[in-house]
């Protein structure tokens, strides 16, 4: 069964600061990898999908890579604000595609002024 | 588009009282699926759908059912309503399983009682 670990489970830090959030998965027979912003009370935003063949995409200020062998991932944040402060949701979805996407905890995510 | 719409956005049950959990979306897509978040844990497969007509299980499906008569629409029943199910219930979906991102409804928060 997958399992997905995300480090640090929470995390505050000055604005400015470019920052590593953590995900690791235990199984790497996955068709992608995928970054998700949830805001309290909302629902899921889509920052990065990576698919298994890729080894990293970016989209503005955020970078995440993907070491597939290895069963991990991380998402990079330069130059945080504090509109950057929310909950980070990495996701990876099987091989067989159709059933879902298995996600981890989150890295609750607090950018100081 | 909308997008992904869900509804209600609250609802408190009584035990052993039955609710249906609405969601639809207007962008065609085939894939559409059912989480549920518990607080400070990562979302849950509950039930998906290939297309109209198709539906399987998640991890999670004891104690509901779903249905997908048109593309369209993916309502979530609660049977028998327990503390248990006690969650935030959020309803995705994708174009095609595999390649694109899921995109996720705001989510209902239910309270039973």
């Known amino acids: 069964k997958q399992e997905v670990t995300q480090i640090p489970a929470a995390l505050s830090v000055p604005e400015g600061e470019n920052l590593v959030l953590n995900c690791s998965f235990t199984d790497s027979a996955i068709y992608n990898l995928q970054w998700f912003r949830q805001d309290p009370g909302k629902g899921l935003t889509s920052l990065l999908l990576i698919q298994s063949s890729q080894r990293e995409q970016t989209s503005g200020r955020l970078n995440a890579s993907l070491d597939k062998s290895s069963g991990r991932s991380t998402l990079y944040i330069a130059a945080s604000q504090p509109g950057d402060s929310a909950t980070y949701l990495c996701?990876?979805?099987?091989?067989?595609?159709?059933?879902?996407?298995?996600f981890g905890k989150g890295t609750h995510l607090i950018i100081q002024p | 588009n909308a997008g992904v719409t869900q509804t209600p956005k609250f609802r408190i049950l009584k035990i052993g009282q039955s609710m249906t959990l609405q969601c639809a979306q207007d962008m065609n897509h085939n894939y559409m699926y059912w989480y549920r978040q518990d607080p400070g844990m990562g979302l849950k497969l509950i039930y998906y759908?290939?297309?109209?007509?198709?539906?399987d299980k998640g991890e999670v499906p004891n104690g509901y059912n779903v249905s997908r008569s048109t593309t369209e629409d993916f309502p979530l029943r609660l049977e028998l309503a327990a503390p248990s199910q006690t969650s935030v219930y959020f309803c995705?979906?994708?174009?095609?399983?595999?390649?694109?991102?899921?995109?996720f409804g705001p989510g209902t928060r239910l309270t039973v009682l």
């Open positions: 996701a990876v979805e099987a091989e067989s595609g159709a059933d879902g996407l298995t």
């Open positions: 995705a979906s994708t174009s095609l399983a595999g390649v694109d991102t899921q995109y």
């Open positions: 759908s290939v297309g109209a007509g198709i539906t």
